[in-house]
């Protein structure tokens, strides 16, 4: 069975009554953990942006201190853990300076955990691609914001 196109399901939601279309989320949310998040988040921690940031970061922090530093294969994978939530939270927000913040939260965190980067090449190589990913963020941003961004990177480096 071929899924219908976005236009389509547009049309038939907008001639669905108000229960019904309740009906249909609630349905939705409980099909799917990642559905569910969504909806969470715009229904509840849309409105309140920053306060979205300082509850992610503070999951973000949790996660880093729980990293179990007795080899670079932990390290690695717990590091990874915490960017699937980055990706993961910022896709659900979709706001460029939300997933610039916490990826540079991401790498001060980092910076201060004091994780042994300078030996290990993946480490080295997980902090570029996340420098990386900000950069790209950052160049979508307006103006005023890519120099205090880019101010913010340039004194963790």
Known sequence: MKASSIQDIKQELATLPSP????LCLRLARFKQDNKALLSYLLFQAGDEQGYI?????????????????SVYFIK???????RIINRYSTY???KTTEAELRLFFCRQFNSAGMPAHNSKVLQHI??????????????????LQ???????????
């Open 20 to 23: 019904q279309l309740i009906e």
């Open 54 to 70: 300082a509850a992610v970061q503070e999951e973000i922090a949790e996660q880093f201190a729980h990293i179990n530093t007795s």
């Open 77 to 83: 994978k717990s590091l990874r853990k915490i960017i």
């Open 93 to 95: 927000s979709g706001v």
């Open 127 to 144: 902090y570029a691609a996340e420098v990386k990913k900000i950069n790209a963020a950052i160049k979508t941003l307006h103006e005023d």
């Open 147 to 157: 120099y205090d961004y880019e101010k913010a990177l340039q004194t963790m480096e």
